[in-house]
C-alpha cells in the first residue's frame, strides 16, 4: 500500500507540473491553454531527439530542451494571444485546442506513432525501507517539483520582475497604464508556462513511453488538478495534483486500470457539481 | 388595485465581503404610483433593485410583491409574479431582432410545449399570434412600432432603452423597475421618456424608478426614497424630500469630500 | 429568414446531386456529410443558440451509433433502433447536463471533453460488446416491415429526407418561444430570467434535443455505413463538428448544412496531404477564429446588409 502511494505521489507531483504551467498562463492572460498537454508532450520528444537520436549527454539534452521550449512558448503567444485579444473565451479555447491538434500532428510526421523511451537523468539503484521501493527517478521528480516551486516562489515575490508578473495578473489593463512591460510580463508566462509543461514530459516519458498522442490526457488531467487545487491558487494545484496522482494510482489498483484516465474527470464532475463555480471561485461572466 | 402596498421589503440586508451594500432596509411602495430612488453613487440603489428582481438575492430579509414573499426565489419566477425591470447598462437580446426581444418576456406567462412546436399544431399558432399581438402592443406604447423587425443590435441607444422598457412592458406587469432609463439621454428623450412612463402609470402599472436625474425624479414621482451608504434616510413627497437637511448633506457632503 | 428561391433551387440541387454524381464513394461521401450536418443542427441548439460551450457532441453520436448496431445485430428489429438511441442518449443528456447546466465556459468545455473521453473509453475496454477498437462490422441495415434502402443512392434519399425534417423542425423551434429563450439565454442570462425565462431548463432543453439529434444521426450512420469504430466519435470528432458548426456560422441553419457538407468534403479532396492535413486544419482553424469568427454566415449577412444600405 505505501508503494501506492509512493508512486501515487510521483505521478501527482508530474500532474502539479502540467497544473503550474497552466495556471501561470492562466493568471497572467486569462486563458486557459488546452494545449498544455501537447507542450508536455513536445518536450518529451525533444529530450528524446537530443538523448537518444543525438546520443547527447541527459543533462544536455534537459538544457536545450528547456530552452527550446521557451522558444515554443513564445511562439504560441504569438499565434495564439495577440490574434485572440478581446475575443470570447469560447473562440480562444478552440484556438488553444486547434493548437494542439497542430502540435500532435506535427510530431506524429517528425517521430511517427511508435512510442520512445527517455532515459531518466538520475541513475543509482531504488532506496528501499518499510517494504516500499523508491526509484532514483521518483526521487528526482520529487525534489523537481520541491525546486521549481521554491524558484517560482522566489522569484514572483523576491525579484522586481516576479512582482511586476504578479501586477499583471491582478490587473491587466492598470498594469499596462502604470507603465510595466506588460507584454514582457506575458511573454515570460508564456515561455515559463510552456517549460514546466515540458519537464513534465522530460519527467513522465522515463515511466510511460513517450508517444505523440500522449499530450491529450495529460493535459486534461492537468486541468483537472487545477480545478480541484482551484483554479489560479498554485498551492491548490501542488495539493490537487499530489491528490490526484493518489486517487489514480489507487483507482487503478482497485478498481480497474482500464479505466485509470476516467478517474481524474469523474473526482472533476463531483467537485464542480459540489461547487460549480470551482473551489476558488471561478469569474462569473455576467455582473448584474 | 388595493391598499397594500404592492412591493413591502423588510429589513433587507446584502453584503459584499465586508461591504454592507443594504442596511436593514425597509421599503413600501404602494400600487398604482411612481415611487423613485435615489441616492449618491454606491448608496446600494441597484442592489435593492437586484434584490428585488432576483437578479443577486439579498442575505436576509423579507421581500413581498403583490402579496407573494418572493426572498430568493429565482428571477425567472418572480417575473412570472408580476414584477418586469430594465437595467442599468443595456442587455438587450443581440442576436435577435427587436419585435423577438419582446417576444421573449411577450411569453412569460406561456407553458412551452416541444410537442406543439415540433408539429406547429393550431394551438401553437394561436400562442404565437398572441406573443405577436402582444409583442407589437408593447412596442406601440415606446413607439418601437416600425422597427420591429431590425436587429435589435442596429438600434441607436435612445431607442435601445427603449426597447428595453417595450420588453419589460410585454409580460404584462404589475410592478415596472426601472434601472436608470434616462441615463445617456437628451433632453427631447428624457422628455419623450416621461411622457411614456406617466402613460405606463395611468395604465396601472406601479413604477419603481432609481434614477440619478434629479429633475426627472422630481418631476414624475409622487413619492421618492432616499439611499445613502445602504440606509434609507428619508421617504416622502419629492418635494419633502429635497428639503430634508440629510439628503442634502448626503449629497453636498459627498461634493465637499471629493472637492 | 430563408427566400423561398433559395430553398427551392436548393433541394433541386440535393435531389439532383447523386443522379450527376454516379460514382457510389462520392455518394457515399455525401451521406456521411448528411449525416454530421444534422449532428451539427443539434450542436447548433446548444452551442449556437443556447451558447453552452459542448465538446461531448460527439459522444452522443457514438452513444447512438454503438447502441443501434449492438440492438440490430443481437437480433432486434430495425424499427426499435432510433427509439432505444433516443433514450440511450436522453439518459446520457441528462447525466452531463443536470450537473453542469450551472458551469461556466472553461468548466463547461472540460467536462464536455470529460465526459467524452469517459464515454470514449467506455466503448473502447468494453470489448465483447463493442468490439472495442476494432469496432463493429456487419451492422444490419435500415429495415421496416422488410423494406429498406438499397446501395448508397437510395440512402442519399433517407438521409436527404432526414434532414429536411431536422433543418424544418429547427427551424420550428428557432421561431418559437424555445427557439428565442435559447438565443436570449446566450445573450444575457440575467435579462433573459427576469424576462421570465427559466434559464437552465431551456439549456437543458436545447442539450437534449441537440443530444436527440446526434443520436438519431448516429443510428443512421450505423444502419447505412454498416461499420463504426470508436474513432469516428473520438475527442478530435467533437471539435471538427464544433469547426464546422463555426465555419458556417453559429446559429444559422443553413451554415450548419454547409459547414458540415464543406468540412467533411474537404478532409477527403485533400486526403493526398496524409498527416499533414491535420496541421493545416488546426492552423484553418485559427485563421478561420481570427479572421471570420462569425463564420460564412456572418460573411454573407455582411454582404446583405452592404446591398440593403446602398440600394
Known amino acids: 500500500m505505501g508503494q501506492l502511494v509512493v ?48 546520443e547527447l549527454p541527459v543533462a544536455m539534452a534537459w538544457a536545450i530542451t528547456m530552452v527550446a521550449m521557451a522558444l515554443v512558448g513564445i511562439v504560441f503567444m504569438v499565434l495564439v494571444y495577440f490574434p485572440l485579444r478581446g475575443r470570447p473565451a469560447f473562440l480562444v479555447i478552440l484556438t488553444t485546442i486547434a493548437m494542439g491538434i497542430v502540435l500532435e500532428n506535427l510530431a506524429l510526421i517528425v517521430w511517427g506513432p511508435l512510442p520512445v523511451s527517455l532515459p531518466s ?73 510552456a517549460v514546466l509543461s515540458g519537464i513534465a514530459g522530460l519527467l513522465v516519458a522515463p515511466i510511460f513511453l513517450a508517444e505523440p498522442t500522449m499530450g491529450g490526457s495529460l493535459g486534461l488531467k492537468g486541468f483537472v488538478v487545477s480545478v480541484i487545487g482551484g483554479f489560479g491558487n498554485l498551492p491548490g494545484a501542488v495539493i490537487g495534483g499530489l491528490f490526484l496522482g493518489l486517487i489514480e494510482t489507487f483507482g487503478a489498483r482497485y478498481i480497474s486500470s482500464n479505466f485509470r484516465d476516467a478517474y481524474a474527470f469523474i473526482v472533476m464532475i463531483a467537485v464542480l457539481v459540489a461547487w460549480p463555480r470551482g473551489l476558488f471561485g471561478e469569474k462569473s461572466s455576467e455582473k448584474v | 388595485m388595493t391598499s397594500e402596498p404592492i412591493i413591502a421589503a423588510r429589513g433587507v440586508t446584502r ?71 430594465t437595467f442599468q447598462t443595456i442587455r438587450i437580446f443581440e442576436n435577435l431582432s427587436v419585435i423577438e426581444n419582446v417576444k421573449v418576456a411577450a411569453a412569460c406567462h406561456t407553458p412551452t410545449s416541444l410537442f406543439n412546436i415540433v408539429t406547429s399544431n393550431a394551438r401553437q399558432q394561436q400562442s404565437e399570434a398572441e406573443i405577436n399581438s402582444n409583442a407589437r402592443e408593447a412596442l406601440q406604447i415606446v413607439g418601437l412600432a416600425d422597427r420591429a423587425n431590425d436587429n435589435a443590435k442596429q438600434l441607436p441607444y435612445a431607442q435601445q432603452r427603449l426597447l428595453e422598457i417595450a420588453r419589460a412592458l410585454a409580460s404584462k406587469p404589475k410592478v415596472l423597475l426601472l434601472d436608470e432609463p434616462a441615463a445617456g439621454m437628451n433632453m427631447t428623450e428624457s422628455m419623450t421618456l416621461l411622457a411614456t412612463i406617466a402613460r405606463l402609470k395611468n395604465s396601472g402599472i406601479t413604477i419603481l424608478l432609481v434614477e440619478h436625474n434629479v429633475r426627472l425624479v422630481m418631476g414624475i414621482s409622487d413619492r421618492v426614497t432616499v439611499l445613502d451608504f445602504g440606509k434609507k434616510i428619508a421617504e416622502g413627497a419629492p418635494s419633502e424630500v429635497q428639503r430634508n437637511p440629510l439628503v442634502i448633506e448626503a449629497y453636498l457632503g459627498r461634493r465637499h469630500r471629493h472637492a | 429568414m430563408k427566400s423561398w428561391p433559395i430553398l ?140 429498406g434502402p438499397q446501395g448508397q443512392m437510395q440512402h442519399y434519399y433517407l438521409l436527404i429526407a432526414t434532414l429536411g425534417l431536422a433543418i424544418l423542425i429547427a427551424s420550428r423551434i428557432r421561431h ?102 491535420l496541421v493545416l486544419y488546426g492552423l484553418g482553424v485559427i485563421a478561420v477564429i481570427v479572421v471570420a469568427p462569425g463564420g460564412l454566415a456572418s460573411l454573407v449577412s455582411l454582404s446583405q446588409l452592404r446591398r440593403a444600405n446602398a440600394g
Open chain 1, 7 to 54: 508512486n501515487g505521489l510521483a505521478l501527482g507531483s508530474i500532474y502539479a507540473l502540467v497544473a503550474l504551467g497552466l495556471l501561470l498562463i492562466f493568471n497572467t492572460v486569462q486563458i486557459v491553454n488546452f494545449a498544455q498537454g501537447q507542450l508536455l508532450m513536445l518536450g518529451a520528444f525533444i529530450g528524446i531527439s537530443c538523448a537518444v537520436t543525438h
Open chain 1, 121 to 193: 537523468p538520475v541513475r543509482g539503484p531504488p532506496l528501499r525501507f518499510a517494504g516500499v521501493v523508491v526509484s532514483m527517478h521518483q526521487i528526482f521528480i520529487f525534489a523537481t517539483l520541491a525546486v521549481i516551486l521554491l524558484l517560482q516562489f522566489l522569484f514572483l515575490t523576491k525579484t522586481r520582475f516576479g512582482i511586476l508578473m504578479q501586477a499583471t495578473a491582478q490587473d491587466l489593463h492598470t498594469a499596462r497604464l502604470v507603465g510595466i512591460p506588460v507584454n514582457r510580463t506575458i511573454a515570460v508566462a508564456f515561455a515559463f508556462g
Open chain 2, 15 to 85: 453584503r459584499f465581503g465586508g461591504l454592507v451594500a443594504l442596511d436593514n432596509v425597509d421599503l413600501d411602495v404602494p400600487c398604482g404610483i411612481v415611487q423613485a430612488i435615489i441616492g449618491p453613487n454606491g448608496s446600494g440603489k441597484t442592489t435593492l433593485l437586484n434584490a428585488l428582481s432576483g437578479a443577486s438575492h439579498a442575505d436576509a430579509g423579507s421581500i413581498r410583491i403583490g402579496g407573494n414573499e418572493i426572498f430568493r426565489l429565482k428571477p425567472h419566477r418572480i417575473a412570472r409574479l408580476g414584477l418586469a425591470r
Open chain 3, 8 to 147: 427551392a433551387l436548393s433541394a433541386a440541387v440535393a435531389l439532383a446531386v447523386p443522379v450527376v454524381a454516379r460514382d457510389g464513394y462520392i455518394i457515399q461521401l455525401l451521406n456521411i456529410a448528411i449525416l454530421n450536418a444534422i449532428v451539427v443542427l443539434g450542436l447548433n441548439f446548444v452551442t449556437g443558440w443556447a451558447g453552452q460551450i459542448n465538446f461531448g457532441q460527439a459522444a452522443f453520436y457514438g452513444l447512438g451509433a454503438y447502441t443501434t448496431a449492438i440492438a440490430t445485430k443481437a437480433g432486434l428489429p430495425w424499427i426499435a433502433s432510433p427509439f432505444l438511441s433516443v433514450v440511450v442518449v436522453v439518459v446520457a443528456s441528462l447525466m452531463l447536463g443536470l450537473p453542469t447546466m450551472r458551469l461556466r465556459t472553461y468548466y463547461l468545455a472540460m467536462t464536455t471533453i470529460g465526459f467524452g473521453e469517459i464515454v470514449r473509453l467506455m466503448i473502447v475496454h468494453w470489448e465483447p460488446v463493442t468490439g472495442g477498437t476494432s469496432g463493429l462490422r456487419a451492422i444490419p441495415g435500415v429495415s421496416i416491415f422488410g423494406f
Open chain 3, 176 to 277: 418559437s418561444v424555445l427557439g428565442r429563450a435559447m438565443i436570449a439565454t446566450r445573450n444575457s442570462e440575467i435579462a433573459a430570467e427576469q424576462s421570465g425565462v427559466d434559464t437552465i431548463r431551456t439549456k437543458l432543453l436545447a442539450f437534449m434535443i441537440g443530444a436527440v439529434y446526434a443520436g438519431l444521426a448516429g443510428c443512421l450512420y450505423a444502419s447505412s455505413i454498416r461499420f463504426i469504430s470508436p474513432d469516428s466519435f473520438s475527442g478530435t470528432q467533437a471539435v471538427l463538428l464544433m469547426t464546422m458548426l463555426i465555419v458556417g456560422g453559429m446559429g444559422s441553419i443553413a451554415g450548419c448544412v454547409v459547414g458540415a457538407v464543406a468540412l467533411t468534403i474537404l478532409p477527403e479532396a485533400l486526403r493526398f496531404l496524409g498527416q499533414w492535413y
